[in-house]
């Protein structure tokens, strides 16, 4: 039972299968070891008619199941969230009998965006006609558990796929690929469960591999024993923690040897990329590699930090603000600067550039890790190009502008999402 006072376990299930996400969450539910269980399921399907199903289902006994469509003020993500699942989550997690709730998420929708929202969208304040609060006030993320279909996985977070052409799209805007929202669920991950049978043996080695590599620290479990490792997931993982664009880009402790034709690619420079040759350099990252990600100094902008990623044959570059040599000591934005950035910023600051670097990590499956680093290396100002000065640079050609996706044929840009992790198109208006 929950008091007012104590925060409501939050259990959010995902994963790109929908029958896997069925069956997982049926036997999270079956699990009595946490109170009253209510099971919140928003069904995006109707969503490009702007409407929404939202089911909440209580124990036999408490109140049964309910539904109701809900009409948004845009048909997007971010007014479902805003507008239903949040206040939803607030009333559930203030409610006395709750004990757990367990949210399923649709499979369009990605974790990390929903627990950005949890921390930073302002929903009005039960009881409050003035004040509001942010949308998890309640609730705290117990885990975050994603299913993963070995006999499918690979095809879907390795191609270039749309969420359109799998009329899976949350919105008209939407041009995100099944890639980007595979990788991104999978990595989020507290608790991997793995369905389905891979085409051979060899398929099921290479898939672990992959795994260990992009979500180390999640705990991989059959259905079966999926409560048990949820209820073992330790108290450091990440549980719903969103990365700061400027936080370590290895998390946890992935293995770094190559295995299976994977490796991790680590490249590194204390030199600003040159912007054309830069545009070019990417397409190195959309073959051949499963994920990619990383801060990018600019030489056309030299003031911003550029956050690269890309999943599969999709890319995306985006600005996430100021490098704090380009902010003045009496910057206001200096208060919302972690504490962990500044120390890790001091540890490379140099005495002409200060904080700025260029770091990108890359999985690979299918490409060589030398020619990846010769061809980002090749895009790096030279010397005559470093010596010729930030003025020189800022007048350079610069195709990245606001914000740049590849492949650059058939993107159109879309506006900021809510949160510091884009992709290659956001969720939609907000």
């Not at 949350?170 to 980007?180: N, Y």
């Not at 051979?200 to 999926?226: K, T, Y």
């Not at 990365?243 to 299976?260: F, I, K, Q, T, V």
């Amino acid at each position: 039972m929950n008091t007012p006072t104590a925060a409501t376990p939050l259990l959010i299930v995902c994963g790109w299968n929908d029958s896997g996400v069925a069956a997982a969450t049926s036997a999270l539910l079956s699990d009595h070891r946490n109170g009253t269980q209510v099971l919140v399921h928003h069904d995006l399907s109707v969503l490009d008619e702007g409407l929404i199903i939202e089911r909440v289902c209580w124990p036999v006994g408490l109140g049964g199941s309910t539904e109701r469509t809900i009409h948004l003020e845009h048909g997007c993500v971010s007014c479902t969230l805003r507008e239903s699942v949040l206040p939803l989550l607030r009333r559930l997690g203030r409610h006395p009998r709750v004990g757990r709730i367990v949210l399923r998420l649709d499979s369009r929708l990605e974790p990390a965006a929903v627990c950005s929202a949890l921390d930073w969208v302002l929903v009005p304040n039960p009881g409050d006609d003035i004040g509001s609060v942010v949308g998890g006030e309640d609730v705290e993320v117990q885990a975050v558990v994603t299913v993963v279909d070995v006999g499918t996985w690979w095809v879907d977070v390795s191609g270039a796929q749309t969420l359109a052409a799998v009329a899976r799209a949350a919105a008209p805007e939407d041009e995100r690929t099944v890639a980007q929202v595979v990788a991104g669920q999978t990595e989020f991950a507290d608790v991997l469960v793995l369905t389905g049978s891979p085409a051979w043996p060899w398929d099921r080695i290479r898939l672990e591999a992959a795994l260990a590599r992009l979500s180390p620290s999640a705990v991989r479990c059959e259905i079966a024993e999926v409560a048990r490792a949820v209820a073992g997931v330790s108290s450091t993982a990440r549980r719903g923690a969103v990365d700061d664009p400027h936080s370590a880009l290895l998390r946890g402790m992935p293995p770094l040897e190559p295995e299976c034709g994977l490796a991790l690619v680590e490249f590194a420079a204390s030199r600003p990329f040159h912007p054309e040759r830069l545009h070019e350099a990417v397409d190195v990252l959309l073959g051949g590699v499963l994920r990619s990600r990383g801060r990018i100094w600019l030489a056309s902008q030299p003031d911003t930090v550029l956050w690269l990623e890309s999943a599969g044959e999709a890319l995306c570059i985006d600005r996430v603000g100021p490098w704090l040599a380009a902010m003045t000591d009496d910057d206001p934005a200096w208060a919302d600067v972690p504490p962990e950035r500044q120390a890790m910023a001091s540890l490379r600051w140099g005495p002409v550039y200060g904080d700025r670097h260029s770091e990108i990590v890359v999985l690979v499956h299918d490409a060589d890790p030398a020619h990846i680093r010769a061809v980002l290396e090749a895009a790096l100002l030279t010397d005559v190009e470093l010596a010729a000065g930030e003025r020189a640079w800022r007048r350079w050609a610069d195709p990245f502008g606001e914000r740049h996706h590849d492949p650059c044929d058939d993107v159109i840009p879309a506006p900021p999402g809510i949160s510091a992790r884009t992709s290659a198109a956001e969720d939609g208006p907000a």
